[in-house]
């Protein structure tokens, strides 16, 4: 069936209500599991309606997740799902149907596997490209340990173009593990897929081979002759003949119809039979039976509530100010290029991609190739712009450090999702940057009070010779205008931003870095007019290099610090702060606000904020407890 609206009412679906367990699924037959398909994938429409979150790539696994649980004894043998975009159909299968509709909320449903959640969830996911090293490990263990279970990794196209996935593939065929690798071949990961493997398959498709399996196991190729025209072929494919995963060592079965569930039982209960590493390669088309996203992929990709409520803020989204300003430093200087991994819609930059097409290098899921690319064009004089989100970054960290910051060389990074980023959960969060960079020499950091600094940051970064990051959150800003003139910032330099009551002597000091300097001075006047206390709010701009001056000048009348971020307390910007103090042998009482050391669960931001007392409220409140507990002591 092709639907063309979300419903706002629960369907009916009498087969899958009677699945709570895919061993009653195993009880159906097998010409009821186009029914159970049809019925899923109406429910999927309704929750995500429901619960806002990721569609697309759900839509498009219904056969296929039907088929994998129909053919293998979940839980006890392994489905890993890499990246988790596609593991909805997964969560209605294996007993967590009704509470999809308050998935990535607050003690709902995780947005991705988890195995504190589920059994059936084998190994957590969020990043791409984790499953098939995930899954030989599984293997390789219970091969040790002589109870052995089918492993089956199921892995997007978008997920094998990072170098991980054919380490792992590798590796597999070197010990010739009992794995098997389902290629979910939908041209698309977030982004389109990019570069000489999505060339690859896209050959394999023209090609118009298809793979039989006899009831025995054996394979056998023929030409498929009604497959029809494949629109995602290459000019540069053409005639291409060799099958990469064969030619790394693998057995290699398909094209499947990744949407025809009875081929899909027939195929996966036949490689059942077979041993060693195999990859059954599978097309499925993103957003599969709801029209609108069949033709809008992308957009598609992830949705909002239906019924939510409130008006959007007018303010842009910090993504935006990056395109803009990307746009705008690219005008002036023939020298910027600009890099993301497979991030071209995220990071705001579709407007550059079209406007300079031949400075615009989508690296596709490749995040340390990203880096270590950007470190190649910046030895030949060229100065690129690395647009990453935070926990992304954490990938290339050997490549920031050894192939960027060693060598001094001269890129920016364009940080975003930094801090915590709500529905999405601890896998996406971007709690870590500030302590995963600050250790590294020659690196500058930054964090924008607002969107405007946020520009101007960019173009100070921009202008610096070396590696230098701005991090800067997710979603809107605080709806400053941002001025056009782009304005270089004395590297180093903080901005006292509000001082309330300054005829008192003693002052309390907050430092705030990046999202949290308003929320610091919103905290601190209610500070000042409920206690009559003397506060000021300094917006310390630069994590590295730290203001020490600043820091310096206010300890004279300072009584207590207290430093503020939407970052771990433990190596933070916070820290930074200590270690100076320590070093310049100046005691104070210090309070330093942040994240707690653990993973945050998914919420919305404005509850993890509340939940991490990072809200105005909750600064305010440990700001009191902490004056109150010096006061008592002296």
């Known amino acids: 069936m092709l639907y063309t609206e979300i419903p706002a009412q629960r369907p009916v679906t009498p087969l899958l209500d009677g699945i709570d367990h895919p061993q009653q699924l195993r009880q159906l037959a097998p ?81 991705f596997p988890s195995r504190e959640e589920s059994e059936f969830d084998a190994f957590g996911v969020g990043h791409s490209s984790t499953a098939i090293s995930a899954g030989l490990g599984m293997a390789l263990a219970r091969r040790y340990q002589q109870n052995p279970c089918e492993i089956v990794a199921i892995v997007g196209d978008g997920a094998m173009t990072a170098g991980m996935a054919f380490e792992a593939m590798n590796d597999a065929v070197a010990h010739h593990a009992d794995l098997l690798v389902v290629l979910n071949d939908n041209d698309m990961s977030i982004s389109c897929s990019t570069g000489g493997f999505a060339r690859h398959l896209a050959a394999i498709w023209e090609k118009g081979q298809s793979v039989n399996i006899s009831e025995s196991g054996e394979a056998y190729i023929e030409a498929h002759p009604d497959w029809g025209y494949n629109s995602r072929l290459h000019e540069s494919a053409t005639g291409a003949a060799d099958n990469l995963f064969k030619a790394i060592g693998f057995d290699y079965f398909g094209p499947f119809d990744g949407h025809d569930v009875n081929q899909l039982v027939q ?24 029209a609108p996203a069949e033709a809008d992929q992308i957009k598609y990709h992830a949705i909002g509530k239906i019924n939510a409520v409130g008006s959007a803020s007018r303010a842009p989204k910090y993504s935006d100010i990056f395109g803009e300003w990307l746009c705008d430093e690219a005008a002036q200087d023939k020298r910027l290029l600009a890099i993301t991994p497979a991030m071209c819609e995220g990071s705001g930059m579709v407007a550059f991609a079209k406007q300079f097409p031949e400075r615009f290098f989508d690296v596709a899921i490749a ?19 690395v647009a990453i989100y935070s926990t992304f970054l954490q990938r290339g960290y050997d490549q ?22 709500g529905e999405d959960g601890p896998t996406h969060a971007g709690a870590y940057d500030y302590a995963y960079m600050r250790t590294i020499p020659n690196m500058v950091i930054m964090a924008p009070k607002d969107e405007n600094e946020c520009r101007q940051m960019l173009h100070t970064a921009y202008l610096y010779n070396g590696p230098a990051a701005v991090r800067y959150p997710r979603g809107a800003g605080t709806g400053v205008e941002v001025q056009k003139q782009l304005t270089e910032l004395e590297i180093g330099r903080a901005e006292i931003v509000a001082v309330f009551n300054p005829q008192h002597e003693e002052h309390i000091s907050i430092l705030a870095f990046g999202s949290r300097v308003s929320v610091a001075v919103t905290a601190a006047e209610q500070l000042a007019q409920q206690h009559d206390l003397a506060v000021q709010v300094v917006n310390m701009r630069y994590v590295k290099p730290l203001d020490e001056a600043i820091i310096s000048q206010l300890a004279e009348h300072t009584a207590l610090f207290v430093t503020i971020e939407e970052h771990a307390v433990m190596g933070g910007a916070g820290s930074a702060v200590n270690e100076y103090l320590a070093r310049a042998q100046i005691l104070k009482p210090m309070l330093n606000l942040g994240l707690a050391d653990q993973f945050m669960a998914q919420a919305t931001h404005e509850q993890m904020l509340q939940e991490s007392g990072l809200d105005a409220a909750g600064i305010q409140d440990a700001i009191e407890k902490a004056w109150l507990k010096l006061v008592q002591m002296v």
């Open 400 to 421: 920031l450090i050894h192939d960027v910051a060693l060598q001094n060389l001269d890129v920016t990074f364009g940080i975003d999702r930094a801090g915590l980023v």
């Open 267 to 290: 195929v996966l209960n036949a490689l059942k039979k077979r041993k060693g590493p195999r990859l059954v390669h599978v097309y499925t088309k993103k957003g599969k039976g709801f």
């Open 31 to 111: 010409g009821q599991l186009t029914q159970v398909a049809d019925e899923l994938r109406q429910y999927i429409l309704y929750a995500a309606g429901q619960s806002g979150g990721h569609f697309g790539a759900n839509l498009g696994v219904v056969e296929l997740t039907i088929a994998l649980h129909y053919c293998f004894s979940t839980p006890h043998d392994r489905l890993i799902w890499d990246v988790g975009h596609q593991a909805y159909p997964h969560k209605v299968l294996t007993g967590r149907r009704e509470q999809l509709t308050g998935i990535r909320s607050r003690h709902g449903l995780a947005a």
């Open 367 to 385: 995040e340390q190739h990203a880096v270590t690319l950007a470190a190649g064009m910046a030895c030949e004089g060229l100065k690129p712009v």
